[in-house]
T-cell receptor, first 110, second 112 residues
Framework: QKEVEQNSGPLSVPEGAIASLNCTYS??????FFWYRQYSGKSPELIMFIYSNGDKEDGRFTAQLNKASQYVSLLIRDSQPSDSATYLCAPDSGTYKYIFGTGTRLKVLA | EAQVTQNPRYLITVTGKKLTVTCSQN?????MSWYRQDPGLGLRQIYY???????DKGDVPEGYKVSRKEKRNFPLILESPSPNQTSLYFC???????????FGDGTRLSIL
């Protein structure tokens, strides 16, 4: 069974700090990776996706991918209380199936 | 407005009474998928569809059926619902398999 592992949290960070969310995956065939944000009671929405090893930046968000280590992370700079949500990692394995991580709950403390 | 629409948003029903949750997207997406979300278990894929008339099982297909007769619609059918199917259900679509998915607002099902 292919697995996607995330620390369930909650990860608590003070406002203005950097939040670091991590995801490891077992399927070496995974080519691209999606990070979704899910507010309580709402549907997931795309935050970032990354295809290549290295960093990809979009505003306050940076996705980092290391395929050799089978590790992808999401950094949120200058964290705001509005960033408090659950963050889901989803590798694209190259098949039509998707396996999501169980998510990391982030709490940004004002 | 580009969107994925699910109906109903909430449903309480009883064991064994057939129900259908509808899903429709207006973005001409090829790929559509159904997920259920349970506390501690995350999002788990039930069924997916690559295009019209092409569907396949995800990780938790037991007790569910789907069909894709039109590109925009992908209904989820519970022929004989049971209490263990009480969950929050999401429909999602993407232009192609490896593109970001757009999610509907969710359907909260309670099977008594």
């Amino acid at each position: 069974q292919k697995e996607v592992e995330q620390n369930s949290g909650p990860l608590s960070v003070p406002e203005g700090a950097i939040a670091s969310l991590n995801c490891t995956y077992s399927d070496r065939g995974s080519q691209s990776f999606f990070w979704y944000r899910q507010y309580s009671g709402k549907s997931p929405e795309l935050i970032m996706f990354i295809y290549s090893n290295g960093d990809k930046e979009d505003g306050r968000f940076t996705a980092q991918l290391n395929k050799a280590s089978q590790y992808v992370s999401l950094l949120i700079r200058d964290s705001q209380p509005s960033d408090s949500a659950t963050y889901l990692c989803a590798p694209d394995s190259g098949t039509y199936k998707y396996i999501f991580g169980t998510g990391t709950r982030l709490k940004v403390l004002a | 407005e580009a969107q994925v629409t699910q109906n109903p948003r909430y449903l309480i029903t009883v064991t064994g009474k057939k129900l259908t949750v509808t899903c429709s997207q207006n973005m001409n997406h090829e790929y559509m998928s159904w997920y259920r979300q349970d506390p501690g278990l995350g999002l788990r894929q039930i069924y997916y569809s690559m295009n019209v008339e092409v569907t396949d099982k995800g990780d938790v297909p037991e007790g569910y059926k789907v069909s894709r007769k039109e590109k925009r619609n992908f209904p989820l059918i519970l022929e004989s619902p049971s209490p263990n199917q009480t969950s929050l259900y999401f429909c999602a679509s993407s232009l192609e398999r490896n593109q970001p998915q757009h999610f509907g607002d969710g359907t909260r099902l309670s099977i008594l």
